[in-house]
């Protein structure tokens, strides 16, 4: 990878994966620095929450919803060792198995179990569109323009863009439908590629991954997982997507695997194994975790 400048060099080695809750490590918070392959530990969430989103905002990270924590967001203030989870918001529906967008406009909850088809901004409040079908157990790869949300317990073959105003088309279907899965993006030179991987088909769990270059008429297949695995968490960065924990036939896992394009490569482990939680990236460079 090249950088521009030392600040672009610096700035990307303290990039770090931050993971909450999830089954098997309830209400704990860990970061992961791919960088230098360290974990470390931040303050324990309040409450034990899965399937429920996290988001980074300003550095700041939000956590929303969850099977058994609906209508709750939280914030950690300040954003290290120090910090404290504390309310950030109420939201309108109840919330869970949903997806989550860092738009232009701020964050936006899409979907879940509970109101499939309701989205709604986070902390204004007030619904921002409707989804073409009602959407729960998916995956959602965004930018701050769009969002693309990816298969989904009702919707396992779809994969549906939408911007502020509503849903702008479905683009092709995946080859292999699924829910609970992992996405994320990546560049190939110029071209960006969009990756799913995992998941249920509503009987067993899945190892395959496919992927979707922009233009693209279908997805093509790529390497699959080193194992079937679901209710795992993902995040893209460093052009490449992690994928964290997860649920496989042994239980849950505690392995960090990359994709970059070519193949999937172990790259480091949580400190708990869980499924069923959130990840998302953070500048590390000021935490302060042991």
């Known amino acids: 990878e090249k950088f521009d400048t030392l600040e672009d060099q610096c700035y990307a080695s303290s990039q770090g994966i931050l993971v909450t809750g999830g ?4 209400r704990s918070v860990e970061v992961f620095i791919p960088n230098s392959g360290d974990t470390c530990s931040l303050p324990s969430l309040p409450d034990a929450r899965q399937y429920h989103t ?4 300003s550095n700041r990270p939000i956590i929303c919803g969850g099977s058994d924590t609906r209508t709750s967001c939280l914030h950690l203030t300040p954003t290290s060792a120090s910090g404290v989870w504390t309310n950030y ?3 309108v529906e109840r919330r869970g198995y ?6 232009s406009a701020g964050l936006v909850l899409m979907g879940g179990e509970y109101s499939g088809y309701t989205t709604e901004a986070v902390p204004a409040g007030g619904a921002q569109f409707s989804l073409a079908q009602d959407t729960w157990g998916a995956c959602a790869i965004s ?4 969002t693309i949300i990816t298969g989904g317990y009702d919707t396992r073959k779809v994969v549906a863009m939408y911007d502020l105003q509503g849903h702008i088309q479905n683009m092709p279907a995946l080859t292999q439908g699924r829910y609970r899965h992992g996405c994320g993006s990546y560049f190939s030179g110029d ?7 995992g998941g249920y088909d ?4 899945l190892s395959s991954t496919e992927q979707l270059f922009t233009g693209a008429a279908a997805w093509t297949p790529a390497k699959p997982l080193p194992r079937a695995l679901a209710a795992m968490a993902t995040v893209s960065m460093d052009n490449r997507v992690f994928l964290t924990g997860g649920y496989d036939h042994d239980g849950h896992r505690v392995d960090i695997l990359a994709f970059d394009g070519d193949d ?9 194994a869980r499924w069923r939680h959130a990840a998302t990236t953070i500048n590390t460079a000021n935490l302060g975790c042991d």
């Open 23 to 26: 089954l098997g490590a309830d």
């Open 54 to 57: 996290m988001d980074t905002i």
């Open 89 to 91: 918001a109420t939201t």
């Open 98 to 103: 949903h997806t989550s967008w860092v738009s």
């Open 143 to 146: 930018t701050k323009d769009y």
């Open 191 to 197: 071209t960006k590629v969009i990756v799913v991987a």
């Open 202 to 205: 509503g009987i067993s769990r």
């Open 264 to 272: 999937w490569t172990e790259v480091g482990q949580l400190q708990k």
